[in-house]
């Protein structure tokens, strides 16, 4: 089963439209990481969190952590067609693991005009 | 552009072969972590190394393996090539710590 849960799968909104992408873990959070990626290309860093209660925002994408809930948000505010892409979440779900990470399946933006 | 490199970019071979995927890190970065990217099980955390070391394995299977070189470029290893390998790889790099994972392009593996 998968350890970290996004939702919604894929998601088409309208250009300056608010959207959030959620991602659930089954398992302790030892820190959530959230990148972008282009179909086919690397994975480009957004926003790493790693205390309960955290936010942190870049340009127009926040994202927030809930530690009790296991659980993160990105919200985009205003969306534009440059904001299409994958979104994945990464998380430390085992502390003796060294740093590697556990991704969600990821979700699909795209933006239309 | 990551500062992560890696070669090839693209890879098409037949079952059975054996091919080898090369990552050259971040300037001063001492972790190496290799992923595998395919549809059906999304990206997956294959193994790390730190310094010349493996430090974490996840689901790499017995006919993968990777190493670390005194000059923290790595090298991934893959044999007896089935279908089901086809999928994007990546390498990532990053400093001591939990922060950021910078990763390189990929190399799409193509198993005929």
């Known amino acids: 089963s998968q350890e970290l849960e996004q939702s919604p799968q894929s998601l088409i909104v309208q250009e300056g439209k608010n959207l959030t992408i959620n991602c659930t873990s089954s398992k302790t959070l030892y820190g959530l990481y959230w990148y972008k990626q282009k179909y086919g290309e690397g994975l480009i860093f957004l926003m790493m969190?790693?205390?309960?209660?955290e936010e942190k925002s870049h340009e127009k994408i926040t994202a927030k952590l809930d530690e009790k809930k296991q659980q993160s948000s990105l919200h985009i505010t205003a969306s534009q067609p440059s904001h299409a892409g994958i979104y994945l979440c990464g998380a430390r779900t085992n502390s003796n693991s060294g740093y590697a990470l556990n991704f969600g399946k990821g979700t699909s933006l795209l933006v239309t005009p | 552009d990551s500062g992560v490199t890696q070669t090839p970019k693209h890879l098409i071979t037949a079952t059975g072969q054996r091919v080898t995927l090369r990552c050259s890190p971040r300037s001063g970065d001492l972790s190496v972590y290799w992923y595998q990217q395919s549809l059906d099980q999304g990206l997956q955390f294959l193994i790390q190394?730190?310094?010349?070391?493996?430090?974490a394995k996840g689901n790499i299977l017995e006919r993968f393996s990777a190493q670390q070189f005194p000059d923290l470029h790595s090298e991934l290893n893959l044999s007896s090539l089935e279908l089901g390998d086809s999928a994007l790889y990546f390498c990532?790099?990053?400093?001591?710590?939990?922060?950021?994972?910078?990763f390189g392009p990929g190399t799409r593996l193509t198993v005929l």
């Open positions: 190394y730190y310094n010349g070391e493996e430090r």
């Open positions: 969190l790693q205390k309960g209660g």
């Open positions: 990532a790099s990053s400093p001591p710590g939990p922060g950021e994972q910078f």
